[in-house]
């Protein structure tokens, strides 16, 4: 199994899949949203759709989401920690919250 640079996969590897939201579904306990991925699955290049994604395990590009991303001054950018981003939100209890 690799990832799209061909990478090897392993158990426990964090990734990130590269996607636009299609569709908004919320309700009062829930918001969730429909994905297409932006890069083509292999061996047909199809684009994928991962549906019922929940919003709390999502986090912007750096195009359309700020503050989470900090440009650099080489022309990347940093992810940034929610506790920079976001100084007054609660921490984590371990429960996956940020």
């Not at 429909?34 to 750096?62: F, H, K, M, W």
């Amino acid at each position: 199994m690799h990832d799209a640079f061909g990478r090897e996969l392993k158990v426990g590897d964090r990734v990130i899949v590269a996607a636009t939201v299609t569709a908004l579904h919320g309700g009062e306990d829930h918001c969730n949203v429909t994905l297409q991925s932006a890069i083509g699955r292999r061996p047909d290049g199809a684009l994928e759709t991962l549906y019922a994604i929940n919003t709390g395990v999502l986090i912007c590009t750096p195009d359309h989401c700020q503050p989470f991303w900090e440009n650099l001054p080489a022309g990347g950018a940093r992810m940034l920690e929610p506790a920079e981003a976001y100084p007054d939100y609660p921490e984590s209890e371990g429960d996956g919250a940020p």
